[in-house]
């Protein structure tokens, strides 16, 4: 019985453990050899709210805080190879 209970508190205590490292989008850039590079990493919200980070390898960037609402990404910056994916879903 006192097994069962121990797991009853584990269960719930999980879900408030993986929150704390969940992030809705993670970006990582590579270069066609597989490298990373710096290169500024544009999220637009459809609220209108923008955010934009820079990638450091050999860390990715991570957006945390977004919405449920599909995004957009802009990788790069305008004028300069940006490349733009739209409708990207968070999970």
Known sequence: MLLLGIAACWL?????????DY????VRVVAPN????PVYVT????S????EKEQAPPHVVQ???????????VVGTKGCHEIVVD????Y
């Open 23 to 26: 992030c809705s989008l993670k």
């Open 12 to 20: 719930n205590a999980a879900p408030s453990l993986l929150a704390k």
């Open 63 to 73: 957006f945390c805080d977004l919405g449920i609402l599909p995004v957009k990404i």
């Open 43 to 46: 999220v637009y919200e459809q």
């Open 87 to 90: 409708d990207v879903r968070n």
């Open 34 to 37: 597989g490298k990373q590079f």
């Open 48 to 51: 209108g709210r923008k955010i």
